[in-house]
């Protein structure tokens, strides 16, 4: 151990995805970093300290990984973690955690680090598990293979963690030199010798690893930053050299290793079980096309009931709690423009950042017992042919299943897909699923536009319009990743790489816990964004401020309305009315749709405003409907038509008019350049498909 004053010895914990890598990372250090169970949740590092006796050692968890080839930029983590490059602190020790029912296929990896030279401990994780499957590893055999200490752990009961401390002490003292040499084809080694002269590395074992990890990660698809023009050359002149040749670099690289593997007789021993697992039983049932398929639909049927259930109440008491705020503070201070600020800029642009906070906080808590069940990557499975055909990857279609509650913590769910290009493009789609927010306008303008009685196909026209606009938004933003995924977002199909996990039981702590981060990542960065923008929109509808001719006295929601219509937002309202004119809309309208950007739901009370009613109110109240009911327009013709209706639905669909989604995307994507993107698409999109509908609407009879 170093001497007093020195830096702390620097370990990482890496490993396979779902080998209890970061119970473990947690089970020594004490925090609480992400679990999931399937690849790619983990996409950033946590730190921590481990404190083995009296000594105090830093641990970095490293993103999981199969191997040290990458290509991709998010799976670089790993690389730069173990090497040291790009600035990246270097470890002095490994701790490779690996699965022991899966023993072969996870030190796939350890042939790795061992060809790298880089000193390491085996920590032979889930042994309770192996044991009860009678296969059961043996931590010497596997010690005498690699020449490194292997300790057999169990993170979940803390078994062996006394044991992998003093193994793990022993080798940073005396750090092990491990000496693996899987049998390379001739040719192969003369390809590693062309690229050797291009590493920087401290070692020639590292300069031959980090030879062998270009080989393997460097080609025409990737998405390697920094990959010198010159590397890329030479590694594109070698596979052309071999493909000529007949050959395959990748397969002649993992045969060899997995050669070398079978070589030393990782095998289960007799006497392991039979017949089939209890995971593989269900997965008869949770797999199957047909069967698979219904029991999905039920347990999301069952989430998002529960997730509307459940959050009702909290965002009533959210609700409740911002308008006792407001009250306070108009009853506090005195009337003028610092109140009006506080209470319809301030307050209300931070309540339309927490009004998310229950979806948010019970998805995510959901979502993390499915995901730590073991669940969800059953379900990538079961939708990955569908998502694929139209360019996303199977682990997209929880991001947009879950933007039917909220786009926002749809769009955060991205971060459990590897690939920068795919996050993407489910980023630039999750906003057209119809989210909750949706359905209030929804409801107004369907109550306004058609009767109780009306029929379609014999059917209640209300409910029959209501499901399809739901099933319209789905459609839409299916040919929205079709079109996207072929033109600026193309890349190529990445084939489903899944490991379908053991079932396991969820730990509550660590979901918890990740609940929470999200929560508060969601509250402090994309909430700062949401409360600037609604203060520059209170700010439109606030100036310039209207004065009553003398003489004139106007009602409190009379004097409200005049000053929408006088504000700058009633200007805008105006100035875009040619533009929104053909979809059917006047100024009115427009006012609600400048209004609504910072929610939705705003459109209800700004058209109650606009139409003297009041904005204390909401999409039920029969006084608005028959006030929107008798609206005219300036040849006498009703504003409100079934048409109109139905242009302006589609439009809410379509559009991006959510400030909470922009500001999320902006972050998730660390560029304004997305954001701005898919406002301009999707504003785009909805003014397109609104016209069309009046076009066709007109055409077939409708006015």
Not at 612 to 622: A, F, K, N, Q, R
Request: charged share 15%; with cysteine.
């Amino acid at each position: 151990m170093p001497p007093s004053g020195a830096p702390r010895p620097r370990i990482a914990v890496a490993g396979n995805p779902n080998t209890g890598k970061t119970t473990l990372f947690n089970r020594l250090t004490g925090a609480n970093a992400r679990v999931g169970n399937y690849a790619g949740v983990t996409v950033e590092r946590e730190e921590s300290t481990w404190r083995i006796g009296g000594e105090s050692v830093d641990v970095v968890d490293i993103p999981g990984t199969y191997s040290l080839a990458a290509r991709s930029g998010e799976e670089q983590v790993a690389v730069r973690a173990l090497f040291g490059l790009d600035g990246e602190a270097r470890p002095q020790l490994v701790v490779l955690v690996v699965d022991s029912t899966q023993l072969v296929r996870n030190l796939y990896l350890a042939v790795q680090l061992a060809e790298a030279g880089l000193p390491f401990v085996i920590a032979l994780n889930l042994i309770d598990v192996a044991r009860k499957q009678g296969i059961a590893p043996d931590p010497a055999g596997v010690a005498a293979a690699f020449g490194v200490p292997v300790v057999a752990t169990s993170a979940q009961t803390g078994e062996g963690i006394k044991e992998l401390g003093a193994a793990v002490l022993a080798a940073l003292a005396n750090p092990p030199r491990p000496a693996v040499h899987p049998p390379y084809p001739a040719a192969l080694e003369a390809d590693i010798g062309r690229l050797l002269p291009y590493g920087a590395a401290a070692s020639p074992a590292e300069a031959r690893a980090l030879a062998l990890w270009t080989l393997l990660s460097v080609d025409h698809q990737d998405e390697l930053l920094d990959v010198p023009p010159a590397v890329r050359t030479e590694v594109a002149a070698i596979r052309t050299a071999a493909e000529a040749a007949g050959r395959d670099l990748d397969l002649e690289v993992v045969s060899a290793r997995y050669g070398w593997l079978a070589a030393h007789q990782f095998r289960p021993p007799v006497g392991a079980e039979a017949g089939p697992r209890t995971s593989e039983r269900v997965d008869r049932v949770l797999l199957h096309p047909l069967w698979g398929s219904l029991t999905f639909l039920v347990v999301m049927g069952v989430l998002f009931q529960t997730l509307f259930a459940w959050s009702d109440p909290l965002v009533g008491l959210i609700e409740g709690a911002l308008a006792a705020t407001s009250e306070l503070v108009a009853g506090t201070l005195p009337a003028g423009m610092l109140t009006d600020l506080l209470v319809d800029g301030v307050i209300a642009g931070v309540g339309s950042v927490v009004v998310f906070l229950p979806q948010i906080l019970l998805l995510f808590l959901l979502l993390g017992f499915l995901e730590d069940s073991g669940y969800m990557a059953r379900v990538a499975f079961l939708v990955d042919r569908l998502m694929r055909s139209v360019g996303l990857h199977g682990r997209a279609f929880v991001p947009m299943l879950s933007g039917y509650a909220c786009a926002v913590p749809a769009i955060m769910a991205t971060r459990t897909l590897e690939r920068r290009r795919d996050r993407l493009l489910t980023m630039m789609v999750v906003p057209l699923m119809s989210c909750s927010a949706r359905l209030p306008v929804y409801t107004l303008v369907i109550a306004t536009v058609l009767a109780t009685d009306e029929r379609v196909f014999g059917l209640p026209a209300r409910p029959v319009a209501m499901v399809a606009m739901y099933v319209f938004s789905t459609f839409m933003a299916l040919v929205a990743a079709a079109v996207l995924g072929r033109t600026l977002l193309k890349g190529p199909r990445v084939p489903l790489l899944l490991e379908l996990p053991p079932y396991r039981t969820p730990r509550v702590p660590t979901v918890l816990r990740q609940m929470w981060m999200r929560a508060r990542s969601f509250l402090t960065e994309a909430g700062t964004t949401i409360l600037v923008v609604t203060v520059i929109l209170w700010g439109l509808l606030y100036f310039p401020r209207y004065e009553a001719p003398a003489g004139v006295t106007l009602t409190e929601e009379a004097r409200s309305r005049e000053q929408l219509a006088q504000s700058y937002g009633g200007a805008l309202g105006r100035a875009i009315e040619p533009a929104i004119a053909p979809l059917g809309f006047d100024w009115k309208i427009g006012v609600g749709l400048v209004g609504s950007f910072a929610a939705r739901e705003v459109f209800v009370s700004t058209m109650g405003l606009m139409y003297g009613i009041g904005s204390d109110l909401d999409e039920t109240s029969v006084g608005l409907r028959e006030h929107m009911q008798a609206a005219r327009k300036p040849d006498g013709t009703p504003v409100w038509t079934p048409l109109t209706g139905a242009a302006l639905m589609v439009f809410f669909a379509l559009s991006a008019q959510c400030l909470s989604t922009l500001a999320v995307v902006r972050r998730e994507a660390r560029s304004w350049a997305w954001p701005t993107f898919l406002f301009g698409y999707m504003t785009v999109l909805a003014w397109g498909m609104s016209a069309l509908v009046v076009v066709v609407g007109r055409w077939v009879g409708f006015t």
